[in-house]
């Protein structure tokens, strides 16, 4: 739903922001629909040689979309010039990767997923904290959804490996902390166009 608002949004307004937000909300419930086998009940039960390569599609799918919202969200091209070429980067990178997700050696694809991924996650996180620091008002909702995004994950990957008690919270942190990011990050866009509105 979040997906297609947006991009009917994006339609009207033309804002970039608004197209990555949709690729990122797409890609992250493609990969929640992966990991919990939704995706080969559902919707490609003939292919089930779509299910070793559509989890690192989507990962790549989701970081190369929400490297991309960074950059336009927090205007790292003419905040953060090197904030913006990392993030440019990360983006770049993974779209590559997304393109040999399907070929590509499994073990390989998911170990550089995994390890790039979390490298991206806590650059965009620096990246917001910067930006919060010099005063970028949308960088206040953007460190918070992406701050519960990276703990529900981690406390997720804990419950896996056993580290922490398995109940419904650690079960289901990961889908708990997507929710609060879509939404976190839907009042950042809310609150940078009404600033732009302001400043016009």
């Not at 980067?89 to 995994?114: D, E, K, N």
Request: charged letters at 10%.
């Amino acid at each position: 739903v979040m997906t297609i608002y947006n991009l009917f949004i994006f339609i009207t307004v033309r804002h970039s922001s608004y197209l990555y937000y949709a690729g990122s909300v797409a890609a992250l419930a493609i990969v929640m629909t992966t990991m919990h086998g939704f995706g080969f009940q559902y919707l490609w039960p003939d292919f089930p040689a779509a299910n070793r390569w559509m989890l690192t599609a989507s990962l790549s799918l989701f970081v190369a979309s929400a490297a991309g919202f960074t950059n336009s969200l927090l205007q790292l091209k003419r905040n953060s010039p090197r904030f913006y070429f990392m993030m440019l980067g990360y983006a770049i990178l993974f779209t590559v990767v997304l393109a040999l997700s399907p070929v590509a050696p499994y073990r390989i694809i998911i170990q550089t997923v995994m390890m790039m991924g979390v490298i991206a996650s806590l650059t965009g996180l620096l990246a917001g904290l910067y930006m919060l620091q010099r005063g970028v008002r949308q960088a206040r909702y953007y460190v918070l959804a992406y701050g519960a995004l990276i703990l529900g994950t981690l406390v997720f990957s804990m419950n896996k490996f056993g580290l922490v008690p398995r109940t419904a919270l650690t079960e289901y942190a990961m889908q708990i902390s997507s929710v609060l990011e879509i939404i976190l990050l839907s009042f950042a866009l809310a609150d940078r166009i009404n600033e732009e509105k302001r400043e016009k």
